[in-house]
T-cell receptor, first 117, second 111 residues
Framework: GAVVSQHPSRVICKSGTSVKIECRSLDFQATTMFWYRQFPKKSLMLMATSNEGSKATYEQGVEKDKFLINHASLTLSTLTVTSAHPEDSSFYIC?????????????FGPGTRLTVL | GQQVMQIPQYQHVQEGEDFTTYCNSSTTLSNIQWYKQRPGGHPVFLIQLVKSGEVKKQKRLTFQFGEAKKNSSLHITATQTTDVGTYFCAGRGNQGGKLIFGQGTELSVKP
């Protein structure tokens, strides 16, 4: 199997606070993890790509100081939204690619809905 | 930059009718993938196509990769209510770069 979990599934926070989202590959080692943002009725927007033990690669227009990514192990990546504002409210989804499988085959987590008041 | 366009954006069909979504890239792709996202859910990988002209089938779903590796299609025969969801294609250019997702085609099926 290739199961990816995310925690929390939903979070509501006040403006100015920071929120951490965890992404775990439960039954495999993830060579690479990806973080996406999805707006209602919209496609997935890749925010960053991370490999274990190295700095994440951020897509153009994504503030690295605002969206902190830590990839501590082959099964865990975290995304921290710092000083969150209402415009950061969105559905954040992580995915992971698996060793031995095409690196473009991604297994998605269930997503985290962030609401910033 | 590379763009991946999907049409149609929405498709409403009667149960039993066929459905097709098309994916077009502005550049030649090294591969293309298809994902399905149920309402309220997350994308689930369906298939990856790599070879020019490749056709793959999964039960009632037929996936095709164009000869020029710039377009792809997903065809569902005799839709069922369980087919409801948004279907995304995603492709990576031949020159590398990031995986680009299409905008998705939202399928609704009327029983």
């Amino acid at each position: 199997g290739a199961v990816v979990s995310q925690h929390p599934s939903r979070v509501i926070c006040k403006s100015g606070t920071s929120v951490k989202i965890e992404c775990r590959s439960l039954d495999f080692q993830a060579t690479t993890m990806f973080w996406y943002r999805q707006f209602p009725k919209k496609s997935l927007m890749l925010m960053a790509t991370s490999n274990e033990g190295s700095k994440a690669t951020y897509e153009q227009g994504v503030e690295k100081d605002k969206f902190l990514i830590n990839h501590a192990s082959l099964t865990l990546s975290t995304l921290t939204v710092t000083s969150a504002h209402p415009e950061d409210s969105s559905f954040y989804i992580c995915s992971a690619s698996k060793a031995g499988v095409s690196p473009d085959t991604q297994y998605f987590g269930p997503g985290t809905r962030l609401t910033v008041l | 930059g590379q763009q991946v366009m999907q049409i149609p954006q929405y498709q409403h069909v009667q149960e039993g009718e066929d459905f097709t979504t098309y994916c077009n890239s502005s550049t030649t792709l090294s591969n293309i993938q298809w994902y399905k996202q149920r309402p309220g859910g997350h994308p689930v990988f369906l298939i990856q196509l790599v070879k020019s002209g490749e056709v793959k089938k999964q039960k009632r779903l037929t996936f095709q990769f164009g000869e020029a590796k710039k377009n792809s299609s997903l065809h569902i025969t005799a839709t069922q209510t369980t087919d409801v969801g948004t279907y995304f294609c995603a492709g990576r250019g031949n020159q590398g770069g990031k995986l680009i997702f299409g905008q998705g085609t939202e399928l609704s099926v009327k029983p």
